[in-house]
C-alpha cells in the first residue's frame, strides 16, 4: 500500500512539472529581470521592461514607414515616447530610433493635423504620426522576414502630424534608385498627382478635397 501511495505521489508531482515545449511557450516575462537572474535561451536576445511601464498607454512619435490596410497595420522608426517620466527614462533605450511594429483595429481613430477625424487610407499619405498606445511584452513582439522581434505597439488613437508622399511608393523609390558612385542623368523634376485618397464610405467632405488639395498641391509650392 505504502509503495502505491507513493508511486501516486511521484506522478502528481511530475504532472505539475511543466515541460520544456510548455516552458518554451510561456515566452519572456515582461518585468524588469534581477541581474542574477539567467535567462533562457529564448529570452536572452530580447529586451526586458517594468511591467508598470506595459501596462500604462504612452504616445509614440515617429516617421512612417510602411502602411497595410489589409493588417491594419503599420511601421515606422519611433523617435520619441512623449512625457516620460524620469523613472521610466531607461525603457525607451532599446525603442527609440528603431523599427516600431503597430496595429490597430479597424475601428481605431485616426485623426489629421487638423483634428478631424479621418478615413484609414490617410495612412498612406502620413509622414510623421503620434500614436497613442501600448508596448506589447518582448514575448508577444511582430517577426520580420528575416526572424527578428520588432517592438510592438497595440495602437488605441493615431495621428498624423504631417502628410508626405504616398508610404506604399516609398521603398520601391529607395530600391530603384541607382548607385551613389554612378553618374546617371538628371531626370526633369515632374510633379506626380497624388492618388484619389477617397474615404472608405465614398462620402466626400469639404475636408477631404482641402487635404487632396494640400497633398497634391501644396507641397510643391513650398519647393517654389
Known sequence: MRIKHAAALAA?????IPSTAAAADA???PI???QSTSLDAQCQDLPTFKASFLNRLWKFNGEVNEYDSATHSMDMTTTEIADLPARFKSQDD???DQETHVTYG???RIYGPDGKRVSEEYLDYASTVSVRGRLLSPR????????DAIPTVRGKRIKIAEYGDPV???????DAAPAADQEQPKPVEQAQPAADPTPADHV???HDVSIWIFIGVGRFDDED
Open 204 to 206: 466626400i467632405s469639404t
Open 12 to 16: 502528481t508531482a511530475l504532472a505539475l
Open 168 to 174: 506604399s511608393g516609398q521603398q520601391d523609390e529607395q
Open 32 to 34: 524588469d529581470l534581477d
Open 140 to 147: 508577444r513582439w511582430f517577426y520580420n522576414e528575416d526572424g
Open 106 to 108: 479597424p475601428n481605431t
Open 94 to 96: 532599446d525603442l527609440l
Open 27 to 29: 515566452g519572456c516575462a
